[in-house]
């Protein structure tokens, strides 16, 4: 049974910076792609970026150039760090791989975005 442990969520004042990490319970190099999902209050969970077996990422228009994403295969750890936070970005934070295994999720973190 793979076990994916999202941590790092809290609440952070607008402008600020949060890093999250999501530890798992298998070797994450076995998969190439590693994304990590946001599901805000009241809609449906959505890819937010991605990093590849090389390193190469990707992003969602909305967090582009604010959002970092980067794995430590050696760790079987997946990283989100996010800067100059913004009150949508207000929601639960969710890793898996990409496309998504819908028996991996685990419970994610909760991040709140609020002055």
């Known amino acids: 049974q793979v076990q994916l442990v999202e941590s790092g969520g809290d609440l952070v004042q607008p402008g600020g910076s949060l890093k999250l990490s999501c530890t798992a319970s298998i070797e994450i190099e076995k998969f190439d792609v590693w994304g990590w999902y946001r599901q805000a209050p009241g809609q449906s969970r959505r890819l937010i970026a991605t990093v590849n077996k090389f390193g190469s990422t990707n992003f969602a228009d909305s967090v582009l150039g604010r959002f970092h994403i980067s794995r430590d295969n050696a760790k079987n750890t997946v990283y989100l760090q996010m800067n100059d936070l913004k009150r949508q970005d207000t929601g639960r934070y969710y890793c898996?791989?990409?496309?998504?295994?819908?028996?991996?999720w685990g419970q994610g973190t909760k991040v709140t975005v609020s002055s």
């Open positions: 898996n791989t990409y496309p998504p295994d819908g028996t991996y």
